[in-house]
């Protein structure tokens, strides 16, 4: 194969290299560029014995995951291109602005999991490129950014590359021993920097799991571990405390309200206009008043849906995992209408605690309720009656016993969060430390002989 070369010392994208690497288009360096084809399958991914396509988040930081994967019909399984083969490199073609052409180094076959439309295989050649050193490259800020300004297309949420901007990708190539050195020594490291950021993943994970078993036991066991129980009468309770009640929530509902979504703008509402509320608004612990749709200047705001602070907003459709997620609306000053996805709970404050309700109808036993009524053909969306949040069974304690819990929980989570704070900022300063090392390798800044310790 004949390459045309540029002998520079410096590339946009990335920077100086030293003078003696020569620079390659990505295309002078490819042998071949092949996609799947866009079959029907299920969600869950594939067994070792059926056909799998990938999906797009198969590919991420220049490492490729297997498991990602959804399960081919049977029916479509003749009309399935493009296997995943050993020494290549999966690369994403379509995806949003921040992952269009994130890709991944495959190290060994796997001959049931295929292709999509949406990713690209590429094989490269082998007397000039060593395909993990290039998947690094790939995988660096620089071609990251490149990558990103090349895609096209009208939707803000949705980029594609095409071939001929992603081959005309200026990538700066060392001799081929130095780039199995480079990338011996990029394997070592950001492995273990993975690890580190895993470990991290982990206790992130662990203290979602410490935060919910909290949330539930208070929120039906109480403060006082040795407070006499009895059966709640529901198998899926067990027993609360024996001065509590057991009560559906329509007995402390004045009405259920669900809002209005007339046609918005794409972009949220400045705070002197009016917005309507998006689903998202509802969808963690905290409101999110960002989560909005502008309404157009010639659509008159029906003001009886506006937010009022300690508002209870419960989300009424939404994919499995979210659904029925519930808030507490400490306090507003934006102009903001109730969504038709959102319920308004109008609670009676005379019995029951807003602030303990929400917490109660996030916990376990809140959930289980509403997802075992939900309904809705589609996976990725579910529904919930109003019938199914009336009927809702809630475990009430004395007035000023519910505030108490409130509170506990309120401070809890606070100390929560300030742990998750703290974690998410070392992972990003371990990803920081990730990306800004792959660049320093695969552009020369680091000796040789400093890879080779």
Not at 204 to 225: F, H, N, Y
Not at 282 to 300: G, Q
Not at 345 to 359: G, P, T
């Amino acid at each position: 194969m004949s390459h045309q070369k540029e002998s520079i010392a410096s590339i946009r994208w990335f920077g100086l290299v030293p003078s003696g690497w020569v620079t390659y288009r990505l295309k002078q360096v490819t042998i071949s560029v092949t996609s799947g084809v866009s079959v029907n399958a299920s969600d869950a991914g594939a067994e070792p014995h059926q056909f799998g396509v990938l999906k797009t988040s198969a590919v991420c930081c220049g490492k490729f995951f297997p498991e990602e994967n959804k399960t081919v019909w049977e029916s479509e399984a003749d009309r399935l291109a493009c296997p995943v083969t050993r020494n290549s490199l999966i690369m994403s073609r379509m995806n949003t602005p921040s992952l269009v052409g994130e890709s991944g180094y495959v190290a060994q076959d796997f001959p049931t999991l295929f292709l999509p439309d949406r990713l690209w295989k590429l094989v490269f050649d082998n007397e000039t490129v060593f395909t993990p050193y290039i998947s690094h490259v790939l995988s660096s800020s620089g071609a990251r950014q490149a990558l990103s300004c090349m895609a096209t297309g009208t939707s803000p949420s949705m980029k594609n590359l095409s071939i001929e901007e992603m081959g005309n990708l200026p990538v700066p190539l060392p001799a081929l021993d130095e780039q199995k050195l480079i990338a011996a020594y990029l394997d070592r490291e950001t492995a273990r920097i993975d690890a580190l950021i895993a470990a991290k993943e982990r206790m992130l994970a662990l203290l979602e799991e410490k935060r919910a078993a909290l949330i539930s036991r208070v929120v039906t066991r109480g403060l006082d571990p040795n407070v006499p129980l009895k059966p709640s009468g529901q198998e899926w309770l067990g027993e609360i405390p024996a001065h509590w009640k057991l009560e559906r929530l329509k007995f402390h509902l004045l009405n259920i309200e669900q809002g209005w979504s007339p046609q918005c703008d794409s972009y949220p509402a400045e705070p002197d206009e009016w917005g309507v509320l998006k689903v998202g608004a509802v969808n963690s612990w905290t409101f999110n008043a960002l989560e909005n749709k502008r309404l157009p200047n010639d659509v008159e705001p029906l003001c009886e849906y506006e937010i009022k602070p300690r508002d209870v907003l419960m989300s009424r459709a939404n994919t499995a995992q979210l659904l029925g997620s519930v808030v507490y609306v400490k306090g507003i000053s934006s102009k903001l209408l109730l969504c038709d996805k959102i319920y308004r709970l109008n609670i009676n404050d005379d019995e029951l605690d807003r602030e303990f309700l929400v917490a109660f109808l996030r916990a376990s036993t809140g959930r289980y309720q509403l997802e075992r009524e939900a309904s809705g053909t589609s996976g990725s969306m579910q529904n919930i009656g109003q019938d199914t949040v009336q009927n809702a069974w809630v475990a009430i304690p004395p007035l000023n016993e519910q505030k108490e819990i409130a509170r506990h929980l309120a401070e809890s989570r606070a100390e929560t969060e300030a742990m998750d704070a703290a974690l998410r900022h070392s992972i990003n300063l371990l990803l920081e430390r990730r990306a800004a090392l792959i660049t320093a390798a695969v552009t020369g800044q680091l000796p040789l002989e400093e890879m080779r310790a």
